[in-house]
């Protein structure tokens, strides 16, 4: 049986892909292999979102070179953000390459796998649970492709493209599907999922589809990311507040806490329209965790207008921060307008303090649930111990002798750190 190899880096929506292209490629008789190694065909599933992610695409091109000099049979693809439009240039530069599609371009992949006789069907990679026999608890969909926004620093809609939303029917076809082979969790994925459905027949939004897939009855939570603050609609979020199967989290990236900067990033919000908007949503659902994104380091980034960053860290109490230094990519309007001028050290140093900062809100945070309850979805087993996630999405270890993959357990809390929760059964669902 011929083997494959998915390699991913990058977003939630690039590991969905992963997951349909693997699911793809299992019902089209191929077998899972564990490294390039062992694979007839390699999937390279890319990002360059920041220039430390080309760098690795590109050192691991390099790498399938030597490894295709020594097995020309080997068949190799690449998808994901480094595929611009001009894929014959990229096929110049990577003859070695055999299929370059851009994300999401699935009858692409099709056409050359029919060429190549591998039974690939794009109906198939819409609906199919990837790579393995066993079904995982959790399951990334993808709902819309591509992003309009064009945020100044973003490479992400030059490579994408414009929005396209999936239709609704397919998706809850495929959720239904997954729930039936086992999945419990959902997490709906998109660069936005706010604009779900603006360019489909009858505009159905993201609110009317939480509805739908809550009435699916195998389905025990649906999850969703990333919003954009500019975006985000009451209707959503009174919809999270009433629906129990959608869990109290919530990813809503601010990425400065200075408006001349969020300008200049063409954020399209204040950082006041940002608090107003988090405050909503922590009174209509009370139990809620806030993730966000930040870019430190900003062409022109002042240390006053960090500190305001600094501040708004500090005065919001996320649970969690994900802090990146900013990175010029070419193409992109930050890039052509803006100098690069804060120096690298001077990123790294308020990249730390950001960290820091955080590592003592999430502290004080998680400490608040020690001795309390959390449901957790088992995803698996590491170090001896079982994982999951509680509903806020915070990581739960436990240790148990039992089978607990894939089930929804009562955990009571005993351990607590900014990073995750540990703790011992109480009531199996
Ligand atoms: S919303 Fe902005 S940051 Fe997010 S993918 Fe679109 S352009 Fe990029």
Redesign the pocket.
């Known amino acids: 049986m011929p083997r494959y190899f998915v390699w991913t880096i990058g977003c939630q929506m690039n590991k969905a892909e992963s997951r349909q292209i693997a699911g793809c490629l299992d019902s089209a008789g191929y077998q899972a292999a564990t490294s390039f190694d062992s694979a007839d065909l390699v999937v390279l599933n890319t990002c360059v979102v920041r220039q430390s992610a080309e760098h690795k695409v590109l050192g691991t091109l390099g790498l399938l070179r030597g490894l295709k000099s020594k097995r020309p049979s080997l068949q190799i693809v690449v998808t994901g953000c480094f595929v611009n439009s001009h894929t014959e240039e990229l096929q110049r530069r990577f003859p070695h390459v055999d299929l370059l599609f851009r994300p999401g371009d699935y009858p692409e992949l099709v056409a050359w796998g029919q060429r190549q006789g591998i039974p690939v069907e794009q109906s198939l990679l819409l609906r199919r649970n990837g790579s393995g026999v066993a079904p995982s608890p959790c399951a990334l969909v993808p709902i819309i492709q591509g ?1 309009d ?3 100044s620093y ?1 490479i ?2 030059y490579r994408r493209g414009r929005e396209v939303s999936r239709p609704r029917e397919e998706i809850v076809c495929e959720v239904r599907e997954l729930a039936r082979q086992g999945t419990k969790e959902v997490t709906l994925v998109g ?2 999922v706010d604009s779900y459905g603006h360019d489909l027949p009858g505009h159905p939004d993201l609110a009317d589809l939480l509805s739908e897939l809550h009435n699916i009855d195998d389905l025990a939570r649906i999850r969703f990311l ?1 919003n ?1 603050p500019k975006d985000m609609s009451l209707k959503l979020i009174e919809t999270m507040a009433r629906l129990n199967k959608v869990c109290e989290h919530l990813e809503l ?1 601010v990425q400065s806490g200075d408006d001349d900067i969020l300008k200049a990033m063409r954020r399209g919000y204040t950082v006041e329209r940002y608090r107003e908007l988090a405050q909503t949503v922590r009174n209509e659902v009370p139990q809620i965790s806030l993730s966000t994104d930040m870019i430190v380091g900003f062409p022109g980034e002042t240390e006053a207008q960090f500190g305001r960053s600094l501040s708004l860290v500090a005065g919001m109490r996320f649970d969690v921060v994900h802090v990146a230094a900013y990175s010029p990519r070419p193409g992109t309007t930050a890039c052509r307008e803006y100098q690069d001028d804060v120096t690298a050290e001077v990123k790294k140093g308020r990249l730390n303090k950001i960290e820091e900062l955080q590592t003592v809100v999430a502290s004080e945070i998680n400490s608040r649930l020690q001795g309390k309850e959390v449901e957790v979805l088992v995803e698996g087993r590491k170090g001896g111990k079982w994982f999951g996630r509680n509903r806020s999405n915070k990581l739960v270890f436990f240790e148990n002798a039992g089978d607990w993959l894939g089930q929804l357990v009562m955990i009571q809390i005993e351990k607590t750190s900014p990073w995750s929760l540990g703790g011992q059964v109480k009531i199996a669902n």
Do not use: K
């Open positions: 992003c926004n064009f945020c973003c992400v809609p660069q936005n990333t954009h990236p």
